[in-house]
C-alpha cells in the first residue's frame, strides 16, 4: 500500500454494516489517504453481484469515528484512563487473569463477543487464550436472537437451516423487514421480483406496513406477540383440510401423529381473530403455501425477540414441514459452513420417548440452557451479581458492546462493574469499554484481514476472506495479533516447538500438512492451540501479509475431510490434505469471495443430522405450548400502566447496530424518532415533530414522534443502536436519539432460550 491521498485504484472488500456483507469496490484517499471516499458494489463477488443498499456508500463514518481508539488504555483508581505501550497491556492483562484462573479457576473467567456484523475472523484466534486460560463459558449477541431458534433447527433438522427465497414459488416472510435490514443476499432486488411474478407469492406476516409488506400479496398485520396464533391457525387450515402430502411425511419425517393430533381441532377462525387477522386471509396464506410447487420462509427479530420467540421458530419450520417443503430446490435446506453448523447436534440432548428433550448444558450460576456453545445475555447479569461461589470474575469482550446492545443497561453497567477484571477489545470508545479496566485497540475491518462466518448461500456455498485496504491507525493491532500475543504472555507452549513447522511453511502447503500430523501426534493437547500454532508457524508464510488468514488452512482441512464432494462440486481437486490445501490456496486467494461448496439439490436429506435421515416434528414441548395457546391470553400481559406496546430496536435506513458511532452518518431524522400511528398521537395531543416521554418498566426516555401511518394502532417504534455517546465539535459527548435498553428489562424473556422481548415492551407516553 502507499501513502498517496488518493488512489483511483478499486479495491475489494466488503461492507460490515449487516450480515449479508455484500463485496463492494472501494477508493481510498481523502485526507493522510486515511478515507474510504468511493464505493460501489463489486459485480464479481459471488453472490452480492454488485447490489449494495444505501448504506455501504457511508462505511467512512465507520472507518473513520472521532472516537476510534489508537492505542491501549488503562483505567486509573479516578476512573480516567491512561495511555499505557502494548507490552504493559500485555504483559499487565496476561498476568492479571491469570492470577484469577489460579485463585478461583479459569470457567469463571468469561467471554463475550468476538465479532459482529463484518468481522468474525479475529475472533477466532482467541480459542488459543481461551484454552489456555481453561475458560468455559462465554456467549454474544446470537444469545439475544437466535438461539432458540437455533435450538428448533438442532431438534427438527440436526443442522442449520436456510430458505431458498430467491427460488421458491411462495415466500413466507415473518418478523422481518428486508427492504431495510437485508440479511439476504441482493434483497431489494429480490422482494422486487417476487412481487412482480404473477406466479409467486410474497406473505409479509408484520404488525406493521412495512416496506417489505407493502410488495406482498398477503399481508399479515398480525398483532405483536400472536404470531403463535396465526402460525397454527395456518397450520391447523392445512392439517384440518389435508393439504399435506402424506407420502413425502411417511417417507420423510416421524413425529407426524403427534401434529396431527395437536392441530386437529384448533379452532381456526378464533385463533386467526385473536391474532387480530382477518381468517379469510389466514386461510389464503396457508393455502399459498401448501398448494405452492415449492415454499420458503425467513423469519427474524419479530418473532426472535417477541413472546412465544422458540414456539414461533418452531412453527415456522413446521409449516414448511407439514407442507413438504423440505430438501427440494426452492424449499429449506440443512446448509454447509465452513465452520462447522453454528447450530447442531452437539446443541441438543437426546429425546424421550415422548419427545422431550434429556439434558442440557447449563450455565454455571443460573442453570440457563446453553445452545450454540451460547449462555443466554439476559441471564449474564445475574451470573455475576450473586455471590453464588461459580459466579464471574472477569470478563474479556471483543467486538460487542453489550452495555449498550442488551437488554437492560442499567444491570449490565451494574454487573460490569461488580467484575474484578474487564478487558474490552473495540476499535472504539464505547458505553461497554468505558466500564473496562483494560481497552486494547484494534485495527478497524478494512485496516487488517477480515471475513465473516455468516455463509448462509445454497446450493452454491460462498466465503469471502476481505484483505485489508488501508493502512492501520495508529497504534493499533489485529485481533489475531493480540491474542498471539496474550497467549505467549501466558506462556504455555515453547517457542521452540514451534521451529520445525516454520520451516516446513516456507518449503510449501504439502511439506506443512506433513509437518503438522507430526506435530499434533508428538502431542495430541496442541490442538488446544491450534490458533496460535496456525499464526505464528504457518502465517508467516502465506501471500501479501495474510498471516491472518492461517485459520483457514484448519478450516479448510476440516470442511474438505467431512465434504469432500460438495468441494470437489466447486471445481477443486485433490483427495485428502490434498484437496483442503487446493481450497485453503482459493480462499486465500480470491479477494471478491470464493465458492467452497457446491451442494447437491437433490440429496437435500443427506444433510440432515439424524441417522435416519428424517425430519422431527414432534418437539413435544413445543407441541406443550401449542395446546396452551388454546387459553387465549397474552404471554406478557398489558396493564393499564403501560397500555401500548414498544417495539424497541426497528431496523432503518440510517441504523447499523452500534458499528457507526457518528450520528453524521444519517440522513434525516427519520433514524431518531419514535413512530406512532397518528390516531394514537391525536389522542395523546402529540403533534408530528413534537417531544414526549416514553416509560417502561425499566426506565424512561425523552422521544422526538413521528406520525407514521404504517404503524398499527396501540403500537410505538423506536430504532435500534442509537443513544450513543459521541463527541461534538467542541470534543464534548453528545448523546444522538434514544438508547432502547435503558428502556428494556431482563426479565421479559424467552422461556427456553432467555432471548428478549425487545418487540413486546409494555410503555406509556407522557407530556413533557
Ligand atoms: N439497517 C439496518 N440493517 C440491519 C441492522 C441494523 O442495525 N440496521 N442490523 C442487522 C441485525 S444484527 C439483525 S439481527 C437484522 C434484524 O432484521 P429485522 O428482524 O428485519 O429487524 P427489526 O426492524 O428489528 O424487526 C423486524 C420486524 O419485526 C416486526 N415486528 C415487531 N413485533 C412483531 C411481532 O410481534 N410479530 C411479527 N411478526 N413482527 C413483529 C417489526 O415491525 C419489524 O418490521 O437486521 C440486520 N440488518
Ligand atoms: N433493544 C434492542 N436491543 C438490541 C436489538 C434490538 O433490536 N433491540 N438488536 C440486537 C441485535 S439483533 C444485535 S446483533 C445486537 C448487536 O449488539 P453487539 O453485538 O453489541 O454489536 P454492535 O452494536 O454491532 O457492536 C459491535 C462492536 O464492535 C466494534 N467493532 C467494529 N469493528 C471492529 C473490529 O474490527 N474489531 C473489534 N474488536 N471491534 C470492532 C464496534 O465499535 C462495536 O462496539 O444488538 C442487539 N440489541
Ligand atoms: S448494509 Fe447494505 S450494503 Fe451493507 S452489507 Fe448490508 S445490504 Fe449490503
Ligand atoms: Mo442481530
Wanted: net charge negative; charged share 25%; aromatic share 8%.
Amino acid at each position: 500500500m502507499s501513502d498517496a491521498t488518493q488512489s483511483s485504484e478499486w479495491k475489494p472488500t466488503a461492507c460490515n454494516l449487516c450480515y449479508a456483507n455484500c463485496g463492494i469496490l472501494v477508493q481510498t484517499g481523502g485526507e493522510n489517504g486515511r478515507h474510504i471516499v468511493k464505493v460501489k458494489g463489486d459485480k464479481n463477488h459471488p453472490v452480492s453481484k454488485g447490489y449494495t443498499c444505501n448504506k455501504a456508500l457511508r462505511i467512512d463514518y465507520y472507518q473513520n469515528g472521532k472516537d476510534r481508539l489508537s492505542t491501549p488504555l488503562r483505567r486509573n483508581e479516578d476512573g480516567t484512563f491512561e495511555e499505557i505501550d502494548w507490552d504493559t497491556a500485555i504483559s499487565e492483562v496476561a498476568s492479571k487473569m491469570k492470577a484469577i484462573r489460579d485463585e478461583h479457576g479459569g470457567d469463571k473467567i468469561f467471554r463475550y463477543g468476538g465479532g459482529g456484523q463484518g468481522n468474525h475472523l479475529g475472533g477466532a484466534y482467541f480459542g488459543s487464550v481461551s484454552s489456555a486460560l481453561g475458560m468455559k463459558y462465554k456467549t454474544n449477541a446470537l444469545a439475544q436472537e437466535k438461539t432458540g431458534y437455533g435450538w428448533i433447527m438442532a431438534r427438527m433438522f440436526g443442522g442449520n437451516v436456510h430458505g431458498e427465497i430467491h427460488h421458491a414459488q411462495t415466500v413466507f416472510i415473518a418478523g422481518k423487514n428486508p427492504w431495510q435490514s437485508n440479511g439476504f443476499q441482493r434483497a431489494r432486488i429480490a422482494i422486487r421480483e417476487l412481487s412482480k411474478d404473477p406466479n409467486r407469492t410474497l406473505i409479509v406476516m408484520d404488525p406493521r406496513l412495512t416496506e417489505t409488506a407493502e410488495f406482498a400479496d398477503i399481508h399479515l398485520p398480525v398483532k405483536p406477540g400472536r404470531d403463535a396464533w396465526a402460525t397454527s391457525a395456518m397450520i391447523a387450515h392445512i392439517l384440518q383440510e389435508d393439504l399435506v402430502p402424506r407420502d413425502w411425511l411417511a417417507e420423510h419425517a416421524v413425529g407426524v401423529e403427534a401434529v396431527l393430533e395437536r392441530f386437529k381441532n384448533i379452532p381456526v377462525e378464533d385463533y386467526a381473530n385473536y391474532a387480530g387477522l382477518d381468517p379469510a386471509d389466514v386461510k389464503k396464506a396457508a393455502e399459498a403455501i401448501a398448494n405452492a410447487n415449492t415454499a420458503a420462509h425467513y423469519e427474524d427479530l419479530g418473532i426472535q425477540m417477541a413472546p412465544h420467540s422458540t414456539l414461533g421458530s418452531y412453527l415456522n419450520f413446521l409449516l414448511m414441514a407439514v407442507t413438504g417443503n423440505f430438501g427440494r430446490p426452492g424449499t429449506m435446506a440443512v446448509l454447509s459452513q465452513l465452520t462447522g453448523p453454528f447450530f447442531g447436534m452437539s446443541d441438543i440432548g437426546p429425546d424421550d420417548e415422548n419427545g422431550y428433550e434429556t439434558g442440557h448444558k447449563k450455565s454455571p450460576v443460573t442453570g440457563a440452557r446453553i445452545v450454540g456453545g451460547l449462555v443466554p445475555c439476559n441471564t449474564v447479569p445475574d451470573e455475576i451479581l450473586s455471590d453464588h461461589p461459580n459466579r464471574y470474575r472477569a470478563m474479556w469482550i471483543e467486538s460487542g458492546n453489550p452495555a449498550h446492545s442488551m437488554a437492560d443497561s442499567h444491570k449490565w453497567r451494574e454487573a460490569l462493574r461488580a467484575l474484578d477484571l474487564v478487558v474490552v477489545i473495540d476499535v472504539a470508545m464505547t458505553e461497554t469499554a468505558r466500564e473496562a479496566h483494560y481497552v486494547l485497540p484494534a485495527s478497524s475491518q478494512y485496516e487488517k484481514w477480515e471475513a465473516t462466518f455468516f455463509n448462509f448461500e445454497y446450493p452454491e456455498n460462498v466465503h469471502h476472506l476481505r484483505a485489508p485496504v488501508l493502512e492501520p491507525v495508529g497504534n493499533t493491532l489485529s485481533e489475531p495479533e493480540i491474542h498471539a500475543r496474550i497467549f505467549e504472555a501466558l506462556d504455555v507452549i515453547d517457542p521452540a516447538s514451534l521451529e520445525p513447522l516454520k520451516e516446513a511453511a516456507q518449503k510449501g502447503l504439502a511439506e506443512y500438512s506433513d509437518a503438522f500430523t507430526q506435530f499434533v501426534s508428538g502431542d495430541p493437547n496442541m490442538f488446544k492451540y491450534l490458533p496460535y500454532v496456525l499464526y505464528r508457524t504457518l502465517g508467516p508464510s502465506l501471500p501479501d501479509g495474510a498471516a491472518a488468514a492461517s485459520f483457514y488452512w484448519g478450516m479448510a482441512q476440516r470442511f474438505a475431510m467431512t465434504n469432500p464432494e460438495g468441494v470437489k462440486r466447486a471445481g477443486y481437486e485433490g483427495e485428502g490434505a490434498q484437496l483442503g490445501n487446493a481450497l485453503f490456496e482459493a480462499i486465500i486467494a480470491g479477494r471478491s469471495g470464493t465458492v467452497f461448496s457446491i451442494e447437491d439439490e437433490n440429496e437435500g436429506f443427506a444433510k440432515v443430522g439424524f441417522d435416519d435421515k428424517k425430519l422431527r416434528l414432534n418437539i413435544a414441548e413445543m407441541l406443550d405450548e401449542v395446546e396452551a395457546l388454546g387459553d387465549m391470553t397474552d404471554l406478557v400481559e398489558l396493564d393499564s400502566d403501560f397500555p401500548l406496546i414498544l417495539a424497541a430496536g426497528e431496523r432503518r435506513s440510517y441504523t447499523a447496530n452500534t458499528a457507526i458511532r457518528n450520528p453524521d452518518w444519517m440522513k434525516s431524522n427519520d433514524a431518531i424518532s419514535m413512530s406512532i400511528h397518528p390516531e394514537d398521537a391525536a389522542a395523546a395531543g402529540l403533534k408530528d415533530g413534537g417531544r414526549a416521554k416514553v416509560v417502561t418498566h425499566a426506565g424512561e426516555a425523552e422521544v422526538l414522534i413521528a406520525h407514521d401511518k404504517r404503524m398499527k394502532p396501540g403500537t410505538l417504534s423506536l430504532p435500534n443502536g442509537l443513544g450513543l455517546l459521541y463527541p461534538d465539535e467542541t470534543g464534548k459527548d453528545k448523546l444522538t436519539g434514544v438508547s432502547v435498553n435503558e428502556l428494556t428489562s431482563l426479565r421479559f424473556k424467552d422461556k427456553y432460550l432467555g432471548t428478549p422481548f425487545h418487540k413486546f415492551v409494555p410503555a406509556r407516553l407522557e407530556a413533557v
